[in-house]
């Protein structure tokens, strides 16, 4: 059975029907409803996903959550998002701890549709996110500078074989960057992965 071709929408498509009425209903109306609190966990995770690929100049369609990792570069080059913070969007006795988890996931073969059944490491970089404000009165996702970023590799990845990382874990596997750091260094390791993918095509 062949999916339906999927476009992106502009934001004012409107909901139809003859004889309910409810046309002044956009799908804008459904973002708004949906999409506003950047600090709830679903949605900060989705924010995350697309800063990253703003900040790396990758192409964007439509988001897949079905996908093993959650962006590609044109040149092929796969990336898995994580993000975490120490501000909920609920109240809170203390900070959160920063800890990412799922860094593994059973792939699903689509001829078959049937999920692999050892999990593994499946994109080759991982983007870890972390917005850092503490005062919930300044916390604004929008604002780059409350943003850090950590940067490592499958290889590295697969031979600390972990299911989670904690920040001091992930520490010691990648110094701390800021946006205008994190672009610069994940641009390098981008070439650095496509030429090792050129010299290794079946690697």
């Known amino acids: ?10 934001g004012d498509e409107r909901l139809y029907n003859t004889i309910l009425h409810l046309e002044h209903n956009t799908v804008l109306h459904f973002w708004r409803w949906a999409f506003s609190n950047l600090q709830m966990n ?3 995770g989705i924010f995350a996903e697309w800063l990253v690929a703003v900040l790396l100049d990758i192409p964007l369609t439509i988001r897949d959550s079905w996908k093993e990792w959650d962006l590609i570069t044109p040149e092929g080059v796969t990336i898995e998002v994580k993000t975490s913070g120490y501000l909920q969007a609920w109240q809170q006795k203390k900070m959160s ?17 049937i999920y692999a059944e050892k999990s593994t490491y499946n994109a080759d970089l991982y983007v870890f996110c972390v917005q850092i404000e503490k005062d919930a009165r300044r916390w604004d996702a929008l604002d780059l500078s409350q943003w850090r970023f950590y940067l490592t590799s499958k290889k590295e990845l697969t031979q600390l074989d972990q299911d989670s990382l904690s920040i001091n874990t992930l520490a ?13 260094r994940a641009k390098a390791a981008i070439m650095e992965m496509m030429k090792s993918k050129e010299e290794n095509p079946t690697g």
């Not at 059975?1 to 502009?10: D, F």
């Not at 860094?103 to 689509?110: C, F, I, Y």
């Open 42 to 44: 679903d949605v900060r």
């Open 1 to 10: 059975m062949t999916a339906k071709e999927v476009t992106p929408l502009r």
């Open 172 to 184: 010691r596997l990648s110094s701390e960057m800021t946006a205008e750091k994190f672009q610069v």
């Open 97 to 113: 701890k920063i800890v990412f988890r799922r860094l593994r996931g059973r792939r699903l073969d689509v001829m078959s549709n």
